[in-house]
T-cell receptor, first 113, second 110 residues
Framework: GAGVSQSPSNKVTEKGKDVELRCDPI?????LYWYRQSLGQGLEFLIY????????KSGLPSDRFSAERTGGSVSTLTIQRTQQEDSAVYLC???????????FGPGTRLTVT | QQQVKQSPQSLIVQKGGISIINCAYE??????FPWYQQFPGKGPALLIA?????SEKKEGRFTISFNKSAKQFSLHIMDSQPGDSATYFC?????????FGTGTSLTVIP
């Protein structure tokens, strides 16, 4: 079946602009994670959604970052007033249940110029 | 503070050799320790995982060794193959939070 998909695959934006990154999880997966992967770094947890529960936003690095998940499926990560340090690969993962195996999408490579 | 420390940063192994990647963690409450494999341009994929109630788990050529008292765990790849060339990440989780190491770039030379 279809895996996790993310769009766009690459995004180049100017400093100060807002960007939206999209994640389509595997159908039926209730849990959804966003991570950030910077060059030479591991994956940094950003936010976690589980069903209709309030999301765990504890990993968001600043109030310029926000995410929503509509209808328990598609999720959008929004970065406002982008900065050069936001340049990274943003990965989305979904799982069938809390703490079950995470399936990752291919990521969106964000470059802020 | 880095919750999970991973070494080495890069590793070169001859085909047929053993690749060993090490991780150390701080929080004794972590209760799930997965390893992920990532190829260029792809997202990480779960390779093998262990819980702290066992000291070793083997799946094919891949083995996790877990030392609870030392707060360390390692991935061993036996009979390494060029197709194993990838970046490997260890992780530790508590609840819904996953903490990843910084990754090891493995190159297996034919």
């Amino acid at each position: 079946g279809a895996g996790v998909s993310q769009s766009p695959s690459n995004k180049v934006t100017e400093k100060g602009k807002d960007v939206e990154l999209r994640c389509d999880p595997i159908s039926g997966h209730t849990a959804l994670y966003w991570y950030r992967q910077s060059l030479g770094q591991g994956l940094e947890f950003l936010i976690y959604f589980q069903g209709n529960s309030a999301p765990d936003k504890s990993g968001l690095p600043s109030d310029r970052f926000s995410a929503e998940r509509t209808g328990g499926s598609v999720s959008t990560l929004t970065i406002q007033r982008t900065q050069q340090e936001d340049s990274a690969v943003y990965l989305c993962a979904s799982s069938a249940a809390p703490r079950a195996e995470q399936y990752f999408g291919p990521g969106t490579r964000l470059t802020v110029t | 503070q880095q919750q999970v420390k991973q070494s080495p940063q890069s590793l070169i192994v001859q085909k047929g050799g053993i690749s060993i990647i090490n991780c150390a963690y701080e929080n004794t409450a972590f209760d799930y320790f997965p390893w992920y494999q990532q190829f260029p341009g792809k997202g990480p994929a779960l390779l093998i995982a262990i819980r702290p109630d066992v000291s070793e788990k083997k799946e094919g050529r891949f083995t996790i060794s877990f030392n609870k008292s030392a707060k360390q765990f390692s991935l061993h790849i036996m009979d390494s193959q060029p197709g194993d060339s990838a970046t490997y990440f260890c992780a530790a989780s508590l609840g819904n939070q996953f903490y990843f190491g910084t990754g090891t770039s493995l190159t297996v030379i034919p």
